[in-house]
């Protein structure tokens, strides 16, 4: 069975700080790991994605992420936020043994970015 | 390149009525998925398709029904409306399963009442 847990329901951040939304997942294999974002009343827009490879992993608007298989983690990372980084945040997981399997999605985060 | 299309963007339904989610993709993928978004619930499987005319049930599918006449065209349908149906309804497509990205539509904002 695969699980995903992010264990902040929010988090607030002043502007120009770095903003870090944390992910951990469970997997019988080894995992595909996605963020997603969602901005009020609008789909999911992927962010970034691990497959193999480099353990950190840049994507859009400044964000990466870095894969840490010991610790089971995919935290998401943003040096320096902005006020418009204030959306939802979902990490999501499939085992990469069991390619049949669905995409697993976290609860969410909430990022609140203020002036 | 329009990506993936949700039409309507908001219903209400009475108790008991059915209606039809439409979904729609420009990229040519062959898997389209469905899911469903409640607060504080992340996102749920609905039922989810390898291609046209093969479909499958995903972690939540009873009150619902899909089918996939086209690989542009995955339509949801809802019969016998229900309150605990009441959610946003996300569609979304990928080229393949592993490790592909899944692209998703707007939403649907559904209210049954």
């Known amino acids: 069975a695969q699980s995903v847990a992010q264990p902040e329901d929010q988090v607030n951040v002043a502007e120009g700080n770095p903003l870090t939304v944390k992910c951990t997942y469970s997997?019988?294999?080894?995992?595909?790991l996605f963020w997603y974002v969602q901005y009020p009343n609008r789909g999911l827009q992927f962010l970034l994605k691990?497959?193999?490879?480099?353990?950190l992993v840049k994507g859009s608007y400044g964000f990466e992420a870095e894969f840490n298989k010991s610790q089971t983690s995919f935290h998401l990372k943003k040096p320096s936020a902005l006020v418009s980084d204030s959306a939802l945040y979902f990490c999501a997981v499939r085992d990469m043994d069991n390619s049949w399997g669905k995409l697993q999605f976290g609860a969410g985060t909430q990022v609140v970015v203020t002036p | 390149n329009a990506g993936v299309t949700q039409t309507p963007k908001f219903r209400i339904l009475k108790i008991g009525q059915s209606m039809t989610l439409q979904c729609t993709q420009d990229?040519?993928?062959?898997?389209m998925y469905w899911y469903r978004q409640d607060p504080g619930m992340g996102l749920k499987l609905i039922y989810y398709?390898?291609?046209?005319?093969?479909?499958d049930k995903g972690e939540v599918p009873n009150g619902y029904n899909v089918s996939r006449s086209t690989t542009e065209d995955f339509p949801l349908r809802l019969e016998l409306a229900a309150p605990s149906q009441t959610s946003v309804y996300f569609c979304a497509s990928s080229a393949g399963l592993a490790g592909e990205t899944q692209y998703f539509g707007p939403g649907t904002r559904l209210l049954v009442l």
């Open positions: 990229m040519n993928h062959n898997y």
């Open positions: 398709s390898v291609g046209a005319g093969i479909t």
């Open positions: 691990y497959i193999t490879g480099d353990n």
């Open positions: 997997v019988s294999g080894n995992p595909y």
